[in-house]
């Protein structure tokens, strides 16, 4: 019968070649061993083949067979070890070679093959091992060197990751008392639709550049950046931030901000055109959130949104809180039913020339379920982000009408005004869902009076002008809100018709800023009066904030000093009160 050992090959090893052979691969395992151990950089895998090596060679100077399956044994290590810390490549190799050194064993005890057939193995495993060695250090040269362009991006700054470092070794050395101050470069929007994001990027280097020059305290800490040193870190897009000790100078971060700030204002010369940007900056006190590096980042991040009207914006923990009541009311916006919840308060605007009341303001409040009775300010942007923009504008007017309606019964004609976000009543559906509310409640010209924000007349185009212009053609008077807080509005109200103008109560809270700010508002209002618009001022509370506005001459005031927002649904009897009482 044919039988394996039949093989020549197999038959002259068995004459006298397996000592040759033996010397051989015990050549190779040297050598192989060596070689996987120098260019391996894990320790574990080093001291894995250091102990598979000295159990070959174990394996080709005993001929015994326990001495092969314990060599078994360290392949397999080499399986699990690969099974957790290496790639599929490594484990293949791994695999293969079991599967091998299980055939050679096998026939080492059926058929009696040299036990040198066995570890012959170890020389295909050190092979593969060197092939796959050589490949994951190419690799990992790439991911280095794209680490290494990634920390050093185009503003040659360090990123996220480098500032991470710095900020845990100074705060291992120096505990004390720090900020982590965050900047947040603003009005890059249009410069890249207007000009093209090769100016924008040609703005953001000349931005970072000033950065950088009001940094120069020792005190800011250093941020390895190659082989240099950097005191401000990019973290992509326009957000900056740097870290410095209080140690020496209590409000230094103040001072920084202050000379970054004021250096931004300044205009850019690029590319032979003058371009003016803006900044606005946070800082979290560095013992915030237990000092870890990534949760003052956050935080810094959610008090640039939290106040995004402020330029400088200290963060605090009631942001978390706020933050958190915004989410639940997020929840609850996408299940809440108008009519149970949400309710109309008034308040009345008054005349100078009669103290009589002009129209009354209709204002929003929510009968929040857990944080009580919200005014319209701390959920309208809640609105916004739900998308209930639209179906709560509808509601509101619907509501003005029933309750202008009621009024009319009982002999009562009282304009009302409403508040709407802004977009949506440029848009035909609006238009058309006011004018079928105007005939289905009988509403004449004049009844119900739109109050918008200021900001919308910034960016309308000759369609918002003319959906403006609808508006007022199916009988709706308009209003425009917090007027003088945005100084661009000026350009734009005069290709509009407005029936009233309301000054903002920033201003109004001025008064006592006489003389250059009293002849500001003056041209204000003279200017709207020029255009047949009544001036109203908001935020009046004292007396003499009402001896204020009268003798800017404007048309009517509106708050607290004459009542405070009241529900709509005493309206009737508080205003039959109030003729009886003037």
Request: hydrophobic share 50%; net charge negative; proline share 3%.
């Amino acid at each position: 019968m044919w039988s394996v050992t039949a093989i020549p090959v197999l038959n002259g090893l068995q004459q006298g070649f397996i000592p040759l052979l033996a010397a051989l691969l015990a050549g190779v395992i040297l050598m192989g061993s060596m070689a996987v151990i120098v260019l391996s950089k894990k320790p574990r895998l080093r001291i894995l083949h250091a102990v598979t090596a000295g159990i070959g060679l174990a394996a080709l100077a005993m001929n015994t067979d326990w001495v092969q399956y314990v060599f078994g044994l360290t392949l397999i290590l080499h399986i699990m070890y690969n099974l957790r810390y290496s790639e599929g490549a490594h484990l293949v190799l791994s695999c293969v070679c079991a599967l091998i050194f299980i055939m050679l064993l096998g026939g080492h005890i059926v058929w009696s093959w040299p036990h040198v057939l066995s570890v012959a193995v170890l020389g295909l495993l050190y092979i593969g091992q060197l092939c796959l060695l050589g490949n994951d250090e190419e690799v990992e040269t790439v991911q280095s060197e794209a680490a290494s362009d990634q920390a050093h991006d185009v503003l040659g700054l360090p990123d996220r990751a480098s500032l991470r470092a710095a900020f845990n070794e100074f705060r291992t050395l120096d505990p004390g008392p720090a900020m982590l101050v965050m900047i947040r470069l603003e009005g890059f929007e249009q410069v890249n639709l207007h000009l093209g994001r090769e100016f924008g990027d040609l703005l953001l280097a000349q931005s970072a550049n000033r950065i950088k020059q009001q940094l120069h305290s020792h005190d800011v800490i250093a941020i390895a950046n190659g082989n240099d040193m950097a005191r401000v870190a990019h973290l992509g897009g326009l957000h900056f931030v740097f870290v410095c000790g209080l140690s020496n100078q209590k409000h230094l971060h103040e001072q920084l901000i202050d000379d970054i700030l004021r250096s931004t204002l300044k205009p850019f010369n690029v590319g032979n055109c003058t371009l003016e940007v803006s900044a606005r900056a946070s800082y979290v006190n560095c013992d915030e959130e237990l000092g870890q590096f990534d949760n003052l980042l956050t935080c810094g991040f959610l008090a640039l949104d939290s106040q995004p009207n402020r330029a400088v914006c200290a963060y605090q923990q009631q942001m978390q809180i706020t933050k958190l009541e915004q989410q639940a009311r997020l929840a609850e916006l996408a299940h809440i039913d108008f009519r149970s919840e949400f309710e109309l308060y008034f308040q009345p605007v008054i005349r100078h020339q009669d103290n009589e009341i002009e129209f009354l303001e209709l204002l929003l409040r929510w009968q929040h379920p857990k944080q009580g009775i919200l005014a319209a300010g701390r959920f309208i942007d809640d609105i916004r982000l739900a998308g209930l923009a639209v179906p709560v504008a509808h509601y509101v007017i619907e509501r003005a009408a029933e309750i202008a309606m009621a009024l009319r019964m009982d002999n009562i004609h009282m304009p009302l005004s409403v508040n709407v976000f802004g977009p949506e009543m440029l848009h035909e559906e609006f238009i058309e869902f006011l004018d079928r509310i105007l005939l289905e409640h009988h509403l004449l010209p004049g009844d119900l009076i739109i109050e918008c924000p200021s900001a919308l007349f910034m960016s309308l185009d000759a369609q918002g002008v003319a959906m403006v212009a609808r508006l007022r053609s199916i009988g709706v008077r308009l209003c425009v809100d917090g007027f003088g807080e945005a100084p661009l509005i000026l350009a734009k109200l005069p290709k509009l018709s407005v029936d009233y103008v309301k000054v903002g109560r920033s201003l109004t809270a001025e008064h006592q800023q006489q003389g250059q700010f009293k002849s500001v508002v003056r041209g204000m209002v003279e200017m709207q009066q020029q255009l047949n618009s009544k001036v109203i001022c908001e935020g009046v509370e004292t007396q003499e904030q009402l001896n204020f506005v009268q003798s800017l001459e404007t048309f009517a005031a509106q708050g607290y000093f004459f009542a405070r927002p009241l529900s709509s649904v005493g309206m009737i009897s508080w205003l039959k009160q109030w003729k009886l009482e003037h």
